[in-house]
């Protein structure tokens, strides 16, 4: 079966195990939300953006720092936990992630079975008739 939805988001894997890796939602000034893991960090909610171009950053601001620059890594503005970038992911932005992943296998799915009964409609072979409908309307 091909699954030319999901591949979309494939990143790795092999034989039936696919990888999957689907990108995290972003403002309009292509910022990420997170969220800080540690509970008494308040706002809790901060937005990170992808760097532009080989900044060096300069003496000072490195003396700050508490990580090299994308590193895998995040630091929570309010708290200065560091941690890896998953752990700072909005929790909805995973069930959103996973949604997404559900319609393309809904998707795909739906393709198969499809392409399976393609070229029976309205034939008729003996005493069995076949007749495809979609579900938004009722077959008569």
């Known amino acids: 079966m091909k699954f030319k939805n999901l591949e979309k988001f494939k990143k790795g894997g092999n034989g039936s195990n696919m990888e999957l890796g ?11 939300y997170r969220q800080s893991p540690n509970e008494h ?17 300069s003496d000072a601001a ?8 994308r590193s895998q890594q ?26 997404v992943v559900k319609d393309a296998a809904r998707r795909d799915i739906e393709d198969a079975v499809s392409q399976m009964f393609r070229g029976l ?13 979609s579900v938004a309307r009722r077959c008569s």
């Open 62 to 69: 490195r003396k700050r720092m508490k990580l090299e620059p």
């Open 41 to 57: 960090a308040h706002p809790r909610l901060f937005v990170l953006g992808n760097p532009q171009g080989d900044i060096v950053p």
């Open 22 to 32: 689907v990108p995290l939602p972003q403002t309009p000034k292509a910022r990420v």
């Open 121 to 133: 409609g309205g034939r008729s072979r003996g005493m069995i008739t076949v007749k495809i409908c």
């Open 74 to 99: 995040t630091v929570c503005p309010y708290s200065g936990m560091v941690g890896p970038d998953g752990d700072f992911t909005h929790p909805e932005d995973v069930k959103a992630a996973l949604e």
